[in-house]
């Protein structure tokens, strides 16, 4: 084994075993940490975020998957 491929090996293991958990682990504590913060704006300025009118949403998609 030449020393190319050994530091082959080594890039790999280290983005699957230290690099791509700690993507994941960044992603959930940014999901967690917007959802805090959007309830805690919610609950010191007392405005409830406007519902998506389904009627809307449903006619949106169906034009964007149609294409029309």
């Not at 030449?2 to 293991?13: E, H, I």
């Not at 940490?33 to 998609?61: H, I, N, P």
Request: hydrophobic share 55%.
């Amino acid at each position: 084994m030449s020393f190319k491929d050994v530091g082959f090996y080594l890039t790999c293991a280290a983005a699957w075993f230290i690099v791509l958990p700690l993507v994941v682990v960044g992603g959930a504590l940014a999901l967690l940490s917007y959802a805090l913060f959007s309830e805690l704006k919610e609950r010191m300025f007392g405005r409830t975020a406007q519902a998506v009118d389904q009627k809307a949403a449903r006619e949106a998609a169906r034009r964007l998957c149609l294409g029309h």
